[in-house]
């Protein structure tokens, strides 16, 4: 009789067990449903047109006294903005800094330091040209090589290229990254016989505006200037449910 009754209960454990065990699947079932999910990325590209120039220029005269430096740079800068007004410029679009100074003198070779009396002076005028006229400020800027010519030394920057309409472009391109991250997911869950489910997250990367058909990238977002014509990518992650 004891051992019938100990059998018993081994077998009462032993269903216990089971019962136990089944209901933990059951539950790791439903959990793994619960929680599976597909992260998809999508994204979408814009060309675009840069529709304002900015334009940095200088000249520097240097020479034994600060008076002949700035006799011989009052004589470029009148040269130089009669060139402005001869190319179209407007005087809205042109800015012309104040003159800085820095004197000259003899340094060590070692440590680059200034050594001995003061040998002459150098003065600068900086200038900048800043429009929306994009075609026009091209071309005289390209017009300014001439200046050269004429024994003017202009120290001249490329063009900085941008584009101003970018906040107005931003929620279209997100609009179609998303869009081509879901059917990217579609493509996916299709492949593997599961369903999708509700959108869990999105991730918006930075916008990266670059020369055309480049390959560059930065965490922190890339903005060429080179360039008139740029791409603009927008790169969203999405996060979707798995049924």
Known sequence: MPERLASAIALAIVGVCLLVGSLAIADGIRDRGRTDVLTVTGS?????????????????SRQPTAQAA????????????AFLTEEGAQPDEITVQPISTATQAETDLETGEPIGPVIGFALTRTFQLRSDRVDEIA???EASARLLNENVPITAEPPQYVYTKLPSLRPELLEDATKDA???????????DANLGSVRSVNVGVFQVTSPNSTEVSDYGVYDISTRAKDVTAVVNVTLALE
């Not at 979408?44 to 520097?60: E, G, P």
């Open 44 to 60: 979408a590209k814009r060309r675009i047109q840069s529709d304002y120039v900015i334009w940095n220029a200088s000249l520097t």
């Open 70 to 81: 700035s006799k011989e740079l009052a004589r470029w800068t009148a040269r130089f903005q």
């Open 139 to 141: 071309k005289l800027v």
């Open 182 to 192: 879901l059917a990217r997911a579609e493509v996916l869950a299709r492949a593997t």
